[in-house]
């Protein structure tokens, strides 16, 4: 360290310079702020809002429809259906019979019959594997069914939206298992067109087609089905009324269900004539046919009832016209002529004359001369008035009386 007085070199820990004497200012170190990271700002969660109750009109009218006679008829025939779709895997009863047709279409279009009946086989098989998937969800989807009908009757204060939720998750993994099954379809038949001939490959081009929508089309039902379950769980828990249930889904229910209800019924109609000859089992496929495309219809009417019932909350409350009785008319008030203003005649203002006090001794008396005394005024000649005659009253002589008869 150095003096800044005289320069010379003194030790680091010296006070004063040893040459000069001059005292040592030595700087005070500095302290290096060191960097404290703020703590985040508390955010706090956002308040839960509460449940609606089962007393709330919405919800109470959401419940009424999920126990409504309809939604319980529904609920019945599709748990119907369920149970006969189990007793078909386990007897292999359409199986075996849907692999045979497969395989007679498919040697039609030109295959060769070995080829043929390996697709149709792998085909029947995948479909198999699909259909304990498809039923096992039908059952998880007849659960959640009976689960809002349950709660629908219930009287807690608070309405149970497990049955949906339920419902919502089987439907989606159902969707997913569909689309890998459709996918298993469409590989082998790609996979056969190189065997078949040019109107054949472009037959099965066209099928191929055909499923590629299908996947689709059933991808897009399938989606307006969970926004619409998501709505209905959200007006059931907040008791916020929306009617935007897809429509869309009601009217492929109605056209499914329709084509199927007839599709079913012209079966019928031509096995009336051998209804006897057939086996037990044959008639009770027909029945479940007819079950099946019930069940969607009915879905259908649930969901419009459902859409009218939220548009109704939704509307404009218009009050109630109040009958008042009518009022007699008034007659009209002749209208008054305009009356003239009247000038009221003001009397001139009268200028006071100042009254001048004259004294005594200043007014002057005019004197009359004694000659205007002395003359004598001439009198008025007065006419003589004629003295009347004096009335004489003349004597009337009485009259003799006449003489009184004898």
């Known amino acids: 360290m150095f003096c800044k007085k005289c320069g010379a070199a003194i030790p680091n820990d010296s006070r004063f310079c040893t040459e000069c004497g001059t005292v040592v200012v030595t700087a005070a170190p500095q302290r290096v702020p060191t960097y404290v990271p703020a703590a985040p700002a508390y955010v706090p969660p956002a308040p839960k809002l509460p449940q609606a109750s089962s007393d709330h009109p919405v919800v109470a009218a959401i419940k009424k429809l999920g126990r409504s006679p309809l939604f319980l008829i529904a609920t019945i025939l599709y748990?119907?259906?369920?149970?006969?779709?189990?007793?078909?895997?386990?007897?292999?009863?359409?199986?075996?019979?849907?692999?045979?047709?497969?395989?007679?279409?498919?040697?039609?279009f030109g295959l060769p019959g070995y080829t043929a009946r390996e697709i149709a086989e792998t085909i029947s098989s995948v479909a198999s594997v699909t259909g304990w998937f498809d039923w096992i969800f039908g059952i998880l989807i007849m659960s959640g069914m009976w689960a809002v009908y349950g709660a629908s009757v219930s009287k807690r204060p608070v309405a149970g939206?497990?049955?949906?939720?339920?419902?919502?998750?089987?439907?989606?993994?159902?969707?997913?298992?569909?689309?890998?099954?459709?996918?298993?379809?469409?590989?082998p038949m790609l996979a056969a067109v190189g065997f078949m001939g040019e109107e054949a490959a472009i037959i099965m081009?066209?099928?191929?087609?055909?499923?590629?929508?299908?996947?689709?089309?059933?991808?897009?039902?399938?989606?307006?089905?969970?926004?619409?379950?998501?709505?209905?769980?959200?007006?059931?828990?907040?008791?916020?009324?929306?009617?935007?249930?897809?429509?869309?889904?009601?009217?492929?229910?109605?056209?499914?269900?329709?084509?199927?209800?007839?599709?079913?019924?012209?079966?019928?109609l031509e096995s009336v004539e051998y209804l006897q000859y057939l086996p037990a089992i044959s008639l009770i496929s027909m029945v479940v046919t007819l079950i099946t495309a019930i069940v969607p219809i009915l879905f259908g009417?649930?969901?419009?009832?459902?859409?009218?019932?939220?548009?109704?909350?939704?509307?404009?409350i218009t009050p109630k016209p109040v009958y008042t009785a009518p009022v007699a008319p008034v007659a009209p008030v002749a209208p008054v002529a305009p009356v003239a203003p009247v000038e009221v005649p003001v009397a001139p203002v009268v200028e006071e004359i100042p009254v001048v006090e004259v004294p005594a001794e200043e007014v002057l008396i005019e004197e009359i001369p004694e000659e205007a005394l002395?003359?004598?005024?001439?009198?008025?000649?007065?006419?003589?008035?004629e003295e009347a005659a004096p009335v004489v009253e003349e004597e009337v002589a009485a009259e003799p009386a006449p003489a009184e008869a004898e």
């Open 301 to 316: 009417i649930l969901i419009f009832m459902y859409k009218s019932k939220m548009k109704k909350f939704l509307a404009p």
């Open 374 to 385: 002395a003359e004598e005024i001439p009198a008025e000649e007065v006419t003589p008035v």
């Open 205 to 268: 081009l066209i099928l191929f087609g055909i499923l590629a929508g299908t996947m689709a089309f059933l991808i897009v039902y399938n989606v307006r089905i969970f926004v619409s379950i998501s709505r209905i769980k959200a007006s059931l828990r907040t008791g916020a009324p929306n009617h935007k249930i897809s429509g869309f889904v009601a009217v492929i229910c109605f056209i499914g269900g329709g084509f199927s209800l007839i599709t079913a019924l012209l079966t019928l």
């Open 161 to 187: 939206t497990a049955g949906l939720s339920i419902i919502f998750v089987a439907l989606l993994i159902s969707m997913i298992f569909t689309c890998l099954g459709l996918l298993f379809l469409l590989i």
């Open 79 to 108: 748990t119907l259906v369920q149970m006969f779709a189990l007793l078909q895997l386990v007897g292999g009863i359409s199986g075996n019979a849907d692999a045979y047709t497969l395989m007679q279409m498919l040697r039609e």
